[in-house]
C-alpha cells in the first residue's frame, strides 16, 4: 500500500479518519494525501440588501475559503503526531465528489479512507452524500467511518457476499487489508425469503470461491434475515466483528434506484468501519 486517500471537510468523523489513516501509514509507510474541496460561494448569492460588502466580491469569499482550508489543513496536522508519516495536504475549488474521483485516479491511491455520517428517512433518500458517490464508484476500496479505528485491533472482518464469480476482484483486494492486519475473515451469506436459497447450494458456491481464490483463515455463516442489510448488520454485532466488507455494485440511474445498493444502506447504518471495494463487471 503506497497512497491513502483522505477527503476532509473538517466534521468529528473526518477527524476519525485522518486519524485512521495515520495509524495505518504507520503500518504500511504508505503516504497520506489529505484533500479538502472548497465547494465556494452559491451563484446569485449576493444582494444589495444582504450585508455584504459593496465592494466584497465572489472570487474574494472564495479566495478566503481557500485559505481558510489551507489553515486549518494545517491546524488538523499540528494537532496530530505525525512523526515519520508523509502527508501531502491538497484544497481544490469545486465538486468534492468529482475531486475526490480525479485525485484517486491522478494519484493512482490505493485506499480510501472518509468519515460517514450516515443518514436516515427523508434525508437519505433525497439528500444522500458524497460518501455514497465514492463508495459506488470508487476505483480503490474504501474504508467508511463512524467512529474512531484502531487498525492494530481489526481482528474479525465479516465479508458478506453472494459469493460469484466477478466478486474475485473484490476478495483478492480484501485478502491483502487481511494480511496486512493479521485478521480473520469471516465469510457472510444473508438469506431472505424474497431471495431464498438452500445451505446446500450456498455452501457449495463458497466452497468452491475460497479454493479458487485461497482464502484462508475464515469461517462461513449462512444467516437468516428479512433484509440483507439487516443481516449484515446483525450478524456483525452478534459475533462483535470490528469490521464489515462488502462488494458494491456502480449502478446509477433508474437501475441504481431499482436495485438499491446494500453496501450504501450498510455504510449509512453501521456503526463499525465498513470497507467497501466495487465489483469490475
Known amino acids: 500500500m503506497n497512497k491513502i486517500l483522505v477527503p476532509t471537510d473538517f466534521s468529528k468523523e473526518a477527524g476519525f479518519a485522518f486519524d485512521a489513516a495515520v495509524n495505518l501509514a504507520g503500518k504500511t509507510g504508505a503516504q497520506i494525501l489529505l484533500l479538502h474541496v472548497v465547494e465556494g460561494f452559491p451563484a446569485g448569492s449576493f444582494s444589495t440588501q444582504g450585508g455584504v460588502p459593496d465592494n466584497f466580491t465572489e472570487e474574494a469569499f472564495t479566495l478566503q475559503l481557500i485559505k481558510k482550508g489551507k489553515q486549518d489543513l494545517a491546524k488538523l496536522m499540528a494537532n496530530r503526531n505525525l512523526n515519520g508519516i508523509k502527508v501531502a495536504t491538497n484544497v481544490q475549488l469545486g465538486n468534492p465528489y468529482h475531486h475526490i474521483a480525479r485525485d484517486i485516479v491522478d494519484n493512482e491511491a490505493d485506499l480510501v479512507i472518509m468519515g460517514s455520517r450516515g443518514a436516515s428517512g427523508y434525508e437519505e433518500v433525497l439528500i444522500g452524500s458524497n460518501t455514497e458517490r465514492v ?141 467497501t471495494c466495487t465489483v469490475k463487471d
Request: hydrophobic share 40%; with cysteine; charged share 25%.
Open 135 to 275: 463508495v459506488r464508484h470508487s476505483k480503490c476500496p474504501v474504508i467508511t467511518v463512524k467512529q474512531p479505528v484502531d487498525f492494530n485491533q481489526i481482528n474479525d472482518v465479516v465479508f458478506a457476499a453472494d459469493f460469484i464469480k466477478n466478486e474475485g476482484h473484490v476478495i483478492d483486494n480484501l485478502k491483502k487489508l487481511q494480511h496486512l492486519l493479521d485478521a480473520k475473515l469471516h465469510l457472510l451469506k444473508v438469506d431472505t425469503p424474497y431471495n431464498f436459497e438452500s445451505s446446500r447450494s450456498i455452501n457449495g458456491r463458497i466452497k468452491e470461491f475460497v479454493q479458487e481464490h485461497r482464502v484462508e483463515n475464515y469461517t462461513v455463516e449462512i444467516y437468516n434475515e428479512a433484509t440483507e442489510e439487516d443481516g449484515i448488520i446483525y450478524y456483525s454485532e452478534d459475533i462483535d466483528a470490528d469490521m464489515i466488507a462488502l462488494a458494491t455494485h456502480g449502478r446509477t440511474g433508474l437501475r441504481h434506484l431499482l436495485s438499491g445498493s446494500i453496501a450504501e444502506d450498510v455504510v449509512n447504518h453501521a456503526q463499525r468501519p465498513v470497507w
